[in-house]
């Protein structure tokens, strides 16, 4: 008998590279693109936190800088009362999507043969962002219930019970509008730039490639700005 939960959740598009994990598959590209993006966010942390002093210089300046950002978008979409204990959620979040989106950007990946499919961006797959806005939908239930325990299930009912239908389905979209806006736009900017590096490979592709590379920004920024704003909207008292 096939899990029928497993083929709802095994969602595959274009070809890929399988890895056997006992009676699981997975995507191995995927995997591999992912331990390359983790690498490059720990040595860059390595470097920047080794050697902390309290006036910062070199690459502390700017992983302390980074943090300030992440701290007030945390701080401007949650509230200054609970944004601090979400700040790692969202620099996790917002780090592994924007080194992603980079590499995707800016590393030859298709230059790598591996023996199916092609190495691509780690958000270049449609499992990779499903899972990250479900991890977001997870959070935002975990903020919401913790804060106001079952009384948090009110909001469904306001301001009218008649509601209740809408309100549910808002809950089933938002992890679907996270995850499909940053899929597609990752994979449309690899599949254009690919098609001009084909047709034209020298100068042309160029400014779409930069192009690409504010995108990937943005798409970062937008994924993580939404996330903090839905852990906002749960943990916010209403009146």
Known sequence: MINPLLEIAEVSVGQHYYWKLGEFEVHGQVLITSWVVFAIIFALSFLGNSNLKKTPDGFQNFTELVTEFIRDLAKT????????KWVPFLGTIFL???????????????VIEIPNGELAAPTNDINTTVALALLTS????????SKKGLGYFKRYVSPAAFLLPINVLEDFTKPLSLSFRLFGNILADELVVGVLVALVPLIIPIP???????????????FSTLAGAYIGEAVEDHH
């Open 138 to 145: 997870i959070s935002y239930f975990y903020a919401g219930i």
């Open 77 to 84: 979409q949650i509230g200054e009362e609970e944004y601090l």
């Open 96 to 110: 592994f999507i924007f080194v992603s989106n980079w590499s995707g950007a800016l590393l030859p990946w298709h």
């Open 208 to 222: 779409i490639m930069l192009l690409g590379v504010f995108t990937s920004a943005i798409q970062a920024l937008v």
